[in-house]
């Protein structure tokens, strides 16, 4: 548990204002998508997948299942067939139709926006759930990939591997209207300098708050 310290609340607020001056403040999801639903099924399609090869599946895919009933209805062999070039296709296709049926049976066909209604989906955790929350309801919402976790860890926002944790943490220290705009800000920073395992350090904005700062890498 990382102690919500005088020290701690400053440099927060200097690494989210350097974040929003580096990649700005009016930031859209990586994941292309035109509603509730179709942002719901790529988010699932996206664990441990590159959000640029679900954006290569999903035109294609919405295509073909144009609705939530038409995922539903999906023959699950065939559905594989589509996302096979997605890594865990098997369980993907599977999640994806007893999600949307339930989303037929339970919600008349809507995404719902409360999180535990989201959570009792197949294949929706709070990852998914919160990037719902976030980027279709507005609601504030933390979201934890595996670059928000990392780099969480790196600036000494939380000391946790657990994603429940770290949003817990997350949302003690960082103010409410940055919750959606940071998971996205912080992607583009894991992607391009604080990467994994070999960040480079001295090519980082944020490399004179950063308490994991490494003047070799």
Partial sequence: ??????????????????LDKEYGVDVACH???ENAWQLLIATILSAQCTDARVNMVTPGLFAKYPSVAAFAAADVSELEMDIHSIGF???KAKNI???????????????????????SLPGVGR??????????????????????KRISNRLKFTDSDDPVVVEQD????????????????????????????????????????????????
């Avoid at 990852?127 to 928000?148: L, Q």
């Fill in 127 to 148: 990852k998914t759930a919160n990037v719902i929350r976030g980027n279709i309801y507005n609601e504030p919402s933390i979201v934890v990939d595996t670059h928000v």
């Fill in 1 to 18: 548990m990382v102690r919500n310290t005088a020290q701690l609340k400053k440099r927060v607020i200097e690494v989210l204002a350097r």
């Fill in 31 to 33: 994941l292309s998508h």
């Fill in 170 to 217: 997350l949302m003690k220290i960082l103010p409410k209207e940055n919750w959606i705009r940071y998971n996205i800000q912080i992607i583009n920073l894991g992607r391009t300098i604080c990467k994994a395992p070999t960040p480079k350090c001295s090519e980082c904005f944020l490399k004179d708050v950063c308490p994991s700062f490494d003047i070799k890498k």
């Fill in 97 to 119: 139709k007893a999600c949307c049926q339930r989303l037929m049976t339970e919600y008349g066909g809507e995404v719902p926006s409360d999180i535990d209604d989201l959570t």
């Fill in 89 to 91: 296709y098997h369980s």
